[in-house]
Protein backbone atom coordinates (compact mmCIF):
# COMPACT_ATOMS: atom_id res chain seq x y z
CA UNK A 1 0.00 0.00 0.00
CA UNK A 2 2.52 2.39 0.82
CA UNK A 3 4.55 1.51 -2.10
CA UNK A 4 1.65 1.90 -4.63
CA UNK A 5 0.75 5.47 -2.71
CA UNK A 6 4.52 6.46 -2.96
CA UNK A 7 4.56 5.67 -6.94
CA UNK A 8 1.07 7.73 -7.04
CA UNK A 9 2.39 11.25 -5.21
CA UNK A 10 5.92 10.46 -8.12
CA UNK A 11 3.33 10.77 -10.90
CA UNK A 12 1.45 13.35 -9.77
CA UNK A 13 4.56 15.95 -9.32
CA UNK A 14 5.64 14.47 -12.52
CA UNK A 15 2.68 15.59 -14.04
CA UNK A 16 2.52 18.99 -12.09
CA UNK A 17 6.51 19.54 -13.19
CA UNK A 18 5.00 19.13 -16.81
CA UNK A 19 2.24 21.66 -15.81
CA UNK A 20 4.23 23.63 -15.18
CA UNK A 21 7.25 23.58 -17.94
CA UNK A 22 4.27 23.47 -20.98
CA UNK A 23 2.51 26.86 -19.25
CA UNK A 24 5.45 29.01 -18.01
CA UNK A 25 7.02 27.77 -21.49
CA UNK A 26 4.01 29.29 -23.53
CA UNK A 27 4.14 32.84 -20.93
CA UNK A 28 7.63 33.25 -21.97
CA UNK A 29 6.85 32.99 -25.52
CA UNK A 30 3.66 35.81 -24.85
CA UNK A 31 6.03 37.82 -22.41
CA UNK A 32 8.87 38.04 -24.72
CA UNK A 33 8.10 36.82 -28.86
CA UNK A 34 10.06 39.37 -30.54
CA UNK A 35 11.95 42.48 -29.14
CA UNK A 36 10.62 45.34 -31.74
CA UNK A 37 14.38 47.02 -32.64
CA UNK A 38 15.13 50.60 -34.11
CA UNK A 39 14.88 51.29 -37.88
CA UNK A 40 18.16 52.05 -38.58
CA UNK A 41 18.78 54.49 -42.05
CA UNK A 42 20.96 53.18 -45.10
CA UNK A 43 24.78 52.86 -44.45
CA UNK A 44 26.22 56.10 -46.52
CA UNK A 45 30.06 56.40 -46.84
CA UNK A 46 31.44 58.56 -44.34
CA UNK A 47 32.80 61.15 -47.83
CA UNK A 48 29.39 61.58 -48.50
CA UNK A 49 27.87 61.53 -45.10
CA UNK A 50 27.67 65.47 -44.21
CA UNK A 51 27.57 66.85 -41.08
CA UNK A 52 23.98 67.68 -39.65
CA UNK A 53 23.89 69.48 -36.26
CA UNK A 54 20.05 68.49 -34.50
CA UNK A 55 18.31 70.51 -32.01
CA UNK A 56 18.54 67.99 -29.54
CA UNK A 57 20.46 67.95 -25.99
CA UNK A 58 21.79 65.33 -24.55
CA UNK A 59 21.82 64.53 -20.75
CA UNK A 60 23.98 62.12 -19.34
CA UNK A 61 24.25 61.81 -15.74
CA UNK A 62 27.68 60.63 -14.55
CA UNK A 63 28.98 59.46 -11.41
CA UNK A 64 32.68 58.18 -11.24
CA UNK A 65 31.86 57.48 -14.76
CA UNK A 66 35.71 58.24 -16.28
CA UNK A 67 35.95 54.64 -17.46
CA UNK A 68 32.70 54.56 -19.50
CA UNK A 69 32.33 58.20 -20.83
CA UNK A 70 35.40 57.97 -23.51
CA UNK A 71 32.82 55.27 -25.18
CA UNK A 72 30.01 56.81 -25.00
CA UNK A 73 31.24 60.75 -25.69
CA UNK A 74 33.67 58.94 -28.31
CA UNK A 75 30.38 57.62 -30.32
CA UNK A 76 28.36 61.05 -30.12
CA UNK A 77 31.54 62.57 -31.40
CA UNK A 78 31.97 60.39 -33.95
CA UNK A 79 27.76 60.47 -35.14
CA UNK A 80 26.57 62.01 -38.32
CA UNK A 81 24.19 63.33 -36.65
CA UNK A 82 25.21 66.13 -34.23
CA UNK A 83 23.62 66.98 -30.95
CA UNK A 84 23.00 70.97 -30.11
CA UNK A 85 25.10 70.51 -26.69
CA UNK A 86 25.97 67.51 -24.74
CA UNK A 87 25.43 68.42 -21.20
CA UNK A 88 27.40 65.89 -18.27
CA UNK A 89 25.79 66.34 -14.90
CA UNK A 90 28.81 64.89 -12.28
CA UNK A 91 27.02 63.91 -9.60
CA UNK A 92 29.85 63.90 -6.85
CA UNK A 93 32.49 62.09 -8.73
CA UNK A 94 35.99 61.68 -7.19
CA UNK A 95 37.54 59.92 -10.18
CA UNK A 96 37.92 62.52 -13.06
CA UNK A 97 34.84 62.21 -14.49
CA UNK A 98 34.84 66.03 -15.46
CA UNK A 99 37.75 66.06 -16.61
CA UNK A 100 37.43 63.33 -19.07
CA UNK A 101 33.63 64.93 -20.13
CA UNK A 102 35.82 68.03 -20.80
CA UNK A 103 38.44 66.08 -22.91
CA UNK A 104 35.67 65.28 -25.38
CA UNK A 105 33.78 69.42 -25.23
CA UNK A 106 31.31 68.43 -23.54
CA UNK A 107 29.08 70.79 -21.15
CA UNK A 108 30.01 69.78 -17.63
CA UNK A 109 27.47 70.71 -14.77
CA UNK A 110 28.38 70.28 -11.10
CA UNK A 111 25.33 68.77 -9.52
CA UNK A 112 23.77 71.05 -6.60
CA UNK A 113 23.55 68.72 -3.34
CA UNK A 114 20.98 66.16 -3.54
CA UNK A 115 17.80 67.16 -1.83
CA UNK A 116 15.71 65.43 0.52
CA UNK A 117 13.80 62.84 -1.01
CA UNK A 118 15.54 62.17 -4.44
CA UNK A 119 17.73 59.80 -5.99
CA UNK A 120 21.12 60.81 -7.43
CA UNK A 121 20.13 59.96 -11.14
CA UNK A 122 16.69 62.06 -10.98
CA UNK A 123 18.46 64.71 -9.21
CA UNK A 124 20.77 64.67 -12.07
CA UNK A 125 18.81 64.32 -14.71
CA UNK A 126 16.65 67.14 -13.67
CA UNK A 127 19.24 69.40 -13.45
CA UNK A 128 20.48 68.51 -17.18
CA UNK A 129 17.14 69.09 -18.34
CA UNK A 130 16.59 72.26 -16.80
CA UNK A 131 20.03 73.79 -18.54
CA UNK A 132 18.94 72.23 -22.08
CA UNK A 133 18.98 74.42 -25.36
CA UNK A 134 17.69 72.10 -27.44
CA UNK A 135 13.89 70.79 -28.33
CA UNK A 136 14.59 67.61 -27.82
CA UNK A 137 16.48 65.67 -24.60
CA UNK A 138 18.14 61.96 -25.32
CA UNK A 139 18.93 60.76 -22.00
CA UNK A 140 21.62 58.80 -21.85
CA UNK A 141 23.65 56.26 -19.21
CA UNK A 142 27.41 57.17 -19.32
CA UNK A 143 27.85 52.99 -20.12
CA UNK A 144 25.58 53.69 -23.31
CA UNK A 145 27.41 53.26 -26.62
CA UNK A 146 26.18 54.72 -29.86
CA UNK A 147 26.48 52.64 -33.30
CA UNK A 148 27.47 54.52 -36.10
CA UNK A 149 24.02 56.23 -37.05
CA UNK A 150 22.63 54.80 -33.88
CA UNK A 151 21.48 58.90 -32.67
CA UNK A 152 20.25 59.29 -35.98
CA UNK A 153 17.87 55.98 -35.26
CA UNK A 154 16.44 57.10 -31.92
CA UNK A 155 16.01 60.86 -33.36
CA UNK A 156 13.74 59.19 -36.14
CA UNK A 157 11.91 56.99 -34.22
CA UNK A 158 10.81 59.75 -31.64
CA UNK A 159 9.67 61.52 -34.72
CA UNK A 160 7.60 58.56 -35.17
CA UNK A 161 6.72 57.47 -32.17
CA UNK A 162 6.17 60.55 -30.05
CA UNK A 163 5.83 60.95 -26.42
CA UNK A 164 8.32 59.28 -24.35
CA UNK A 165 10.82 56.82 -26.65
CA UNK A 166 12.72 54.58 -25.22
CA UNK A 167 15.52 52.17 -25.83
CA UNK A 168 16.91 48.84 -24.27
CA UNK A 169 20.68 48.72 -25.72
CA UNK A 170 21.40 46.13 -26.66
CA UNK A 171 24.59 43.88 -23.72
CA UNK A 172 27.68 43.88 -24.62
CA UNK A 173 29.84 41.65 -22.81
CA UNK A 174 32.90 40.53 -23.23
CA UNK A 175 33.75 38.44 -19.12
CA UNK A 176 31.61 34.91 -18.56
CA UNK A 177 30.67 36.76 -14.71
CA UNK A 178 28.77 39.46 -17.03
CA UNK A 179 26.90 36.69 -19.05
CA UNK A 180 25.25 36.22 -14.94
CA UNK A 181 22.48 38.84 -16.36
CA UNK A 182 20.90 36.47 -18.65
CA UNK A 183 17.52 36.12 -16.88
CA UNK A 184 17.62 39.61 -15.47
CA UNK A 185 17.90 41.51 -18.88
CA UNK A 186 14.81 38.94 -19.83
CA UNK A 187 13.00 39.53 -16.93
CA UNK A 188 13.68 43.58 -17.54
CA UNK A 189 11.84 43.30 -20.59
CA UNK A 190 9.06 41.08 -19.90
CA UNK A 191 8.57 43.51 -17.02
CA UNK A 192 8.02 46.58 -19.60
CA UNK A 193 5.69 44.64 -22.12
CA UNK A 194 7.29 46.02 -25.33
CA UNK A 195 8.17 41.99 -26.98
CA UNK A 196 4.09 40.73 -26.08
CA UNK A 197 2.84 40.17 -29.56
CA UNK A 198 0.52 42.54 -30.85
CA UNK A 199 1.59 45.56 -28.97
CA UNK A 200 3.28 47.35 -31.22
CA UNK A 201 6.67 48.58 -28.74
CA UNK A 202 4.00 50.14 -26.73
CA UNK A 203 5.21 49.97 -23.07
CA UNK A 204 4.17 50.07 -19.82
CA UNK A 205 7.06 51.53 -18.55
CA UNK A 206 10.73 53.07 -19.58
CA UNK A 207 14.02 51.57 -20.15
CA UNK A 208 16.47 54.16 -18.34
CA UNK A 209 19.43 54.02 -20.50
CA UNK A 210 17.99 55.63 -23.45
CA UNK A 211 15.41 57.72 -23.25
CA UNK A 212 14.29 60.88 -26.19
CA UNK A 213 11.08 63.20 -25.87
CA UNK A 214 10.26 66.59 -26.60
CA UNK A 215 11.16 69.44 -23.79
CA UNK A 216 7.65 70.59 -23.66
CA UNK A 217 6.12 67.36 -22.70
CA UNK A 218 8.95 66.76 -20.41
CA UNK A 219 8.36 69.86 -18.82
CA UNK A 220 4.24 69.07 -18.41
CA UNK A 221 4.53 65.95 -17.04
CA UNK A 222 7.05 67.50 -14.14
CA UNK A 223 10.02 66.03 -15.69
CA UNK A 224 12.26 64.03 -13.16
CA UNK A 225 10.58 65.71 -10.16
CA UNK A 226 7.74 63.41 -10.73
CA UNK A 227 9.36 60.43 -9.66
CA UNK A 228 12.07 61.97 -7.62
CA UNK A 229 11.99 59.24 -5.01
CA UNK A 230 11.53 56.38 -7.20
CA UNK A 231 14.74 53.92 -7.50
CA UNK A 232 13.71 52.94 -11.03
CA UNK A 233 12.36 55.87 -12.25
CA UNK A 234 12.60 54.50 -15.99
CA UNK A 235 9.69 52.40 -15.01
CA UNK A 236 8.07 55.48 -13.23
CA UNK A 237 8.70 57.75 -16.32
CA UNK A 238 7.35 56.06 -18.95
CA UNK A 239 3.83 55.54 -16.15
CA UNK A 240 3.81 59.48 -15.89
CA UNK A 241 3.74 59.61 -19.61
CA UNK A 242 0.83 57.33 -19.93
CA UNK A 243 -1.22 59.03 -17.21
CA UNK A 244 -1.13 62.12 -19.16
CA UNK A 245 -1.66 60.59 -22.09
CA UNK A 246 0.99 60.73 -24.08
CA UNK A 247 2.21 57.31 -26.26
CA UNK A 248 4.70 55.44 -24.51
CA UNK A 249 7.02 53.19 -26.95
CA UNK A 250 9.88 51.05 -25.95
CA UNK A 251 12.51 49.42 -28.94
CA UNK A 252 15.61 46.96 -28.84
CA UNK A 253 19.18 48.61 -29.74
CA UNK A 254 20.74 45.89 -31.30
CA UNK A 255 22.87 47.54 -34.10
CA UNK A 256 22.39 51.23 -33.25
CA UNK A 257 22.45 51.31 -29.12
CA UNK A 258 24.45 49.10 -26.51
CA UNK A 259 25.94 49.21 -23.39
CA UNK A 260 28.38 47.33 -20.94
CA UNK A 261 26.68 46.97 -17.92
CA UNK A 262 29.04 45.60 -14.80
CA UNK A 263 32.45 45.84 -16.26
CA UNK A 264 34.13 46.33 -12.59
CA UNK A 265 33.57 42.67 -11.22
CA UNK A 266 30.71 40.22 -9.95
CA UNK A 267 30.23 42.59 -6.53
CA UNK A 268 29.01 45.22 -8.63
CA UNK A 269 26.13 42.91 -10.78
CA UNK A 270 25.06 41.68 -7.82
CA UNK A 271 24.88 45.33 -6.37
CA UNK A 272 23.04 47.11 -9.40
CA UNK A 273 20.46 43.90 -9.73
CA UNK A 274 20.14 43.97 -6.35
CA UNK A 275 19.17 47.75 -6.36
CA UNK A 276 16.38 46.70 -9.02
CA UNK A 277 14.63 43.59 -9.05
CA UNK A 278 12.55 43.71 -6.15
CA UNK A 279 11.20 47.19 -6.76
CA UNK A 280 10.44 46.56 -10.49
CA UNK A 281 8.78 43.47 -9.51
CA UNK A 282 6.26 45.92 -7.32
CA UNK A 283 6.10 48.47 -10.50
CA UNK A 284 4.84 46.21 -13.26
CA UNK A 285 0.93 44.94 -13.87
CA UNK A 286 -0.42 41.63 -12.20
CA UNK A 287 -0.95 39.96 -15.05
CA UNK A 288 2.26 40.32 -16.31
CA UNK A 289 4.23 39.51 -13.10
CA UNK A 290 2.13 36.33 -12.98
CA UNK A 291 3.11 35.19 -16.51
CA UNK A 292 6.65 36.27 -15.25
CA UNK A 293 6.99 34.13 -11.60
CA UNK A 294 5.26 30.96 -14.41
CA UNK A 295 7.73 31.43 -17.19
CA UNK A 296 10.82 31.30 -14.05
CA UNK A 297 9.29 28.43 -12.07
CA UNK A 298 9.07 26.50 -15.47
CA UNK A 299 13.30 27.25 -15.92
CA UNK A 300 13.62 26.36 -12.39
CA UNK A 301 11.15 22.85 -12.77
CA UNK A 302 13.21 21.95 -16.20
CA UNK A 303 16.31 22.74 -14.83
CA UNK A 304 15.66 21.15 -11.71
CA UNK A 305 14.76 18.05 -13.45
CA UNK A 306 18.22 18.17 -15.45
CA UNK A 307 20.11 17.94 -12.49
CA UNK A 308 17.99 15.45 -10.33
CA UNK A 309 18.55 13.03 -13.56
CA UNK A 310 22.19 13.50 -13.68
CA UNK A 311 22.47 12.68 -10.21
CA UNK A 312 19.81 9.71 -10.25
CA UNK A 313 16.94 11.14 -7.79
CA UNK A 314 14.59 12.47 -10.44
CA UNK A 315 11.39 10.68 -11.10
CA UNK A 316 10.53 11.94 -14.35
CA UNK A 317 11.56 9.79 -17.81
CA UNK A 318 14.48 10.57 -19.77
CA UNK A 319 12.66 11.43 -22.77
CA UNK A 320 10.74 13.68 -20.67
CA UNK A 321 13.59 15.61 -18.34
CA UNK A 322 15.46 16.14 -22.07
CA UNK A 323 12.28 17.71 -23.71
CA UNK A 324 11.72 20.29 -20.98
CA UNK A 325 15.52 21.14 -20.86
CA UNK A 326 15.51 21.46 -24.83
CA UNK A 327 12.40 23.40 -25.17
CA UNK A 328 13.63 25.71 -22.30
CA UNK A 329 16.83 25.85 -23.71
CA UNK A 330 15.77 26.41 -27.09
CA UNK A 331 13.38 29.36 -25.94
CA UNK A 332 16.63 30.99 -23.68
CA UNK A 333 18.60 31.25 -27.03
CA UNK A 334 16.05 33.04 -29.12
CA UNK A 335 15.03 35.39 -26.49
CA UNK A 336 18.91 36.18 -25.21
CA UNK A 337 19.97 36.17 -28.94
CA UNK A 338 17.87 39.49 -29.05
CA UNK A 339 19.17 41.02 -25.92
CA UNK A 340 23.37 40.55 -26.31
CA UNK A 341 25.89 38.76 -26.83
CA UNK A 342 25.17 35.73 -24.44
CA UNK A 343 27.15 33.66 -26.13
CA UNK A 344 26.40 29.37 -25.85
CA UNK A 345 26.67 28.80 -21.84
CA UNK A 346 24.14 30.70 -20.90
CA UNK A 347 21.71 28.76 -23.22
CA UNK A 348 22.70 25.45 -22.62
CA UNK A 349 23.32 26.00 -18.75
CA UNK A 350 20.38 28.46 -18.10
CA UNK A 351 20.66 26.73 -14.56
CA UNK A 352 23.05 28.11 -13.16
CA UNK A 353 21.92 31.76 -14.53
CA UNK A 354 18.75 30.92 -12.51
CA UNK A 355 20.31 29.90 -9.54
CA UNK A 356 21.98 33.60 -9.93
CA UNK A 357 18.96 35.26 -10.63
CA UNK A 358 16.86 33.79 -7.58
CA UNK A 359 20.13 34.64 -5.38
CA UNK A 360 20.25 38.03 -6.02
CA UNK A 361 15.93 38.43 -6.03
CA UNK A 362 16.20 37.57 -2.58
CA UNK A 363 18.46 39.57 -1.46
CA UNK A 364 16.49 42.37 -3.62
CA UNK A 365 14.00 41.59 -1.18
CA UNK A 366 15.93 41.87 1.98
CA UNK A 367 17.23 45.60 0.95
CA UNK A 368 14.15 46.67 -0.03
CA UNK A 369 11.51 44.96 1.78
CA UNK A 370 13.35 44.79 5.18
CA UNK A 371 16.29 46.88 5.11
CA UNK A 372 14.71 49.40 2.95
CA UNK A 373 17.79 50.76 1.18
CA UNK A 374 19.68 49.74 -1.33
CA UNK A 375 23.17 51.07 -2.27
CA UNK A 376 24.62 52.12 -5.34
CA UNK A 377 27.82 54.04 -7.05
CA UNK A 378 28.72 54.24 -3.29
CA UNK A 379 25.64 55.75 -2.52
CA UNK A 380 23.10 54.77 0.29
CA UNK A 381 19.44 55.26 -1.13
CA UNK A 382 16.94 55.26 1.45
CA UNK A 383 13.46 53.84 -0.39
CA UNK A 384 10.18 55.47 1.30
CA UNK A 385 7.98 53.93 3.62
CA UNK A 386 4.96 53.15 1.28
CA UNK A 387 5.40 53.13 -2.42
CA UNK A 388 5.40 56.09 -3.85
CA UNK A 389 2.65 56.92 -6.43
CA UNK A 390 3.30 58.91 -9.93
CA UNK A 391 1.96 62.02 -10.08
CA UNK A 392 -1.19 62.08 -12.79
CA UNK A 393 -0.71 64.81 -15.22
CA UNK A 394 -3.67 65.87 -17.55
CA UNK A 395 -3.41 65.07 -21.33
CA UNK A 396 -2.68 68.45 -23.25
Known amino acids: MASWLSVGWDAVVVRLG ?3 VVAGWLAGWWL ?3 MPRLTMPLPVPA ?3 PAVTADVTVVIPARNEARSLPHLLGSLAASDIQPAEVVVVDDGSDDGTADVARSFGATVMTSAPLPDGWTGKSWACMQGAEAARGSTLVFLDADV ?3 PGGLGAVLDEHARRRGLLSVQPYHRMERPYERLSAVFNAIAVMGVGVATPGRNARADGAFGPCMACDVDDYQSVGGHGAVRSEVLEDLAMGKVFAAAG ?3 HGVGGRGAVEFRMYPDGLGQ ?18 GRLLATVLWVCAAVSAGAEVVQWLIGTGSASTADVWVSWLAMAVQFGVMLRQLGNFGWWPVVAFPITLVAFVVVFFDSLWLTVVRRRVRWRGRTVPLPSRRVGVRRVRGR
Open 145 to 147: RLQ
Open 18 to 20: AVI
Open 32 to 34: LAR
Open 269 to 286: LVEGWSKNMASGSASIGV
Open 246 to 248: MPV
Open 47 to 49: RDR
